[in-house]
């Protein structure tokens, strides 16, 4: 689904002496099947943005556009269950998204408000848990009972069990041990791809966005404050210095070797090995290959 | 050799009699001063331990000194007020109902005395970059700033021995530095022991010792350096190496002889720096 934010603004506790602008004038497009990732500094406003795609709060000023759904100040969907069934979102504390007795009550939950009958919901679970690197004798545990990230992965199979075309992952590695991280955004990767899915992507991880995504927008002080694609957008040090990011760390790592070697080897998406190469070429025949 | 701050004797603990053991035999000591990464798979028993250190839980088999006092139902007010503890979701930590009250409250339980707590209130909420927010209510924050002011509250008690379960995990890597830059400072200042948990391969660097659990076991207990140069048999457990470490695994590949396993992206480039002026 096609994803629009025209002039959107929001302000919490509007009209209160509390009242706080988390996001302001935000204008992008997300076409269809793009894989986005979202990036900023803390408080800049990734998580407020992501709660206007399932309608979960309608923007103050401005207009949002999910295909054919639109929010605005006056206006939600009538059909706001048929929207959140369509559109999953991973929120960024998994305890924020569990509630159920078992672990195969929280995962059912979803897809049976949205009258999924029975038997497609058990394959479903079969389907799930092996994804998020789960094991079937978790089943009928309390997600309460859990390691952090063991409920992370509960919350993950929750929002895949609905089958949805949007996936809206907030900082969904956090909290994941290191294969888990690898493997879960394979996971997210390959299902993005086979499916056709728009993935929208929060994460504090510049290389998982240099990785996965296609388009990367970073947002600051809730306002977009540059957007391009990931080799464009990372290269560029001093604009993310500005707004407290950095840059990937294989970036860092070129760059520092610049200071040092005064050889320059520009980043374009090489794998490891490929830098390996290079480097090696310049350390012991001080030429580069490029 | 300085004093033993953390004593665990082979320990063992379930969550319940009919449950299985989610720590078995597990004896470690963690010093005054020192810092010590605890890493592991997910529901390795990492948090597990965090609690036992402070008395949210008691074990089954085997005993648990904090500074020399044994881990009991009589000790755990003294120990807490020596433990301070970041859990891995702040919202299970907040009691204050703005921000500057929550950072109030371990230390008006320690009987701090007023003038010397709005000082410290500022100090700390200032350290981790939350000085604006002081008259909010925690949970209107964004998810890494409920890290933020979590880590105030726990600095602002000054304890012997801090615990951060996976407590920057929100943060962006420039945050999340420059809060461990913070911690540190005040680690060394006080002398206090520091345990991070964590899945931050970053964060375990900066470590003086690592603790791997394995499936509620401890699985080895060395120098950053000398685990990360165990390369596949962590990978095997479910862990992994820094990007530094694998780059140089890249270059050895080449044929490039290290004299070192990098830490960080300096000690990599001294060493290709002094092979590059031998050329
Ligand atoms: N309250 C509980 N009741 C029963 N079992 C529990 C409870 N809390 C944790 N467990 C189980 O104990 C084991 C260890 O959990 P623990 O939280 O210590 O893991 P962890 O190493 O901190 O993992 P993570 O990296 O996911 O946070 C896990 O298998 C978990 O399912
Ligand atoms: N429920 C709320 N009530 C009032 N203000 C809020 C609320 N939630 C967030 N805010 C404020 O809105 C701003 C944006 O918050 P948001 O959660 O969108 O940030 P974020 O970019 O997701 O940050 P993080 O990386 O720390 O998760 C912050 O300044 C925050 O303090
Ligand atoms: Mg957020
Ligand atoms: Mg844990």
Known sequence: MDITFTNVSYIYQRNTPFAHQAIKDLNF????????????HTGSGKSTLLQHLNGLVTPSEGEVKIGEYKLTPKEKPTNLKELRSRVGVVFQYPEHQLFEETVAKDIAFGPEN???????????????????????????RSPFDLSGGQMRRVAIAGVLAINPDVLVLDEPTAGL???????????????????GLTTILVTHSMEDALKYADHVIILNKGTKYMEGSPEEVFTQKDALKQVQLDVPEVIQLLNAFE?????????????????????HSIVKDGVSNE | ????????????????????????NCSFEIYEGEWVAIIGHNGSGKSTIAKLINGLLFPQKG????????????????IRKEVGMVFQNPDNQFVGTTVQDDVAFGMENRGTPREEMVTRIEETLSAVGM?????????????GQKQRVAIASVLAISPKVLILDEATAMLDPKGRTEIMRTVSNVQNKEDLSLITITHDLQEV???????????GEIWDRATPREIFSKKDSLREIGLDVPFVAILADELKETGINLTKEPLNHEELLEDLWILHSQT
């Open chain 1, 259 to 279: 200071d040092k070697f005064s050889i320059s080897i520009p980043f374009h998406g090489q794998t490891v090995q490929e830098i390996a190469e290079t480097i």
């Open chain 1, 177 to 195: 041990d290191p294969r888990g991280q690898k493997e879960i955004m394979e996971m997210f990767n390959t299902m993005h791809k086979e499916q």
């Open chain 2, 1 to 24: 050799m300085s004093r033993k701050l953390i004593e665990f004797r082979d320990v063992s603990f379930r969550y319940g009699e009919e449950q299985p053991w989610v720590l078995r």
């Open chain 1, 114 to 140: 949205f009258g999924v009958p029975k038997e497609t919901i058990n394959e479903r679970i079969k389907r799930v848990i092996p994804a998020v690197g789960l094991s079937e004798d978790m089943l009928e």
């Open chain 1, 29 to 40: 497009h997300i076409p269809s099947g793009s894989f986005v990732a979202i990036v900023g």
């Open chain 2, 63 to 78: 005993e648990i000194l904090i500074d020399g006092q044994q881990v009991n139902e009589e000790t755990i007010w003294d």
């Open chain 2, 131 to 143: 000085e604006d927010y002081r008259f909010t209510e925690p949970h209107r924050l964004s998810g």
């Open chain 2, 205 to 215: 660097v900066q470590a003086d010792r690592v603790i791997v659990m394995n499936k």
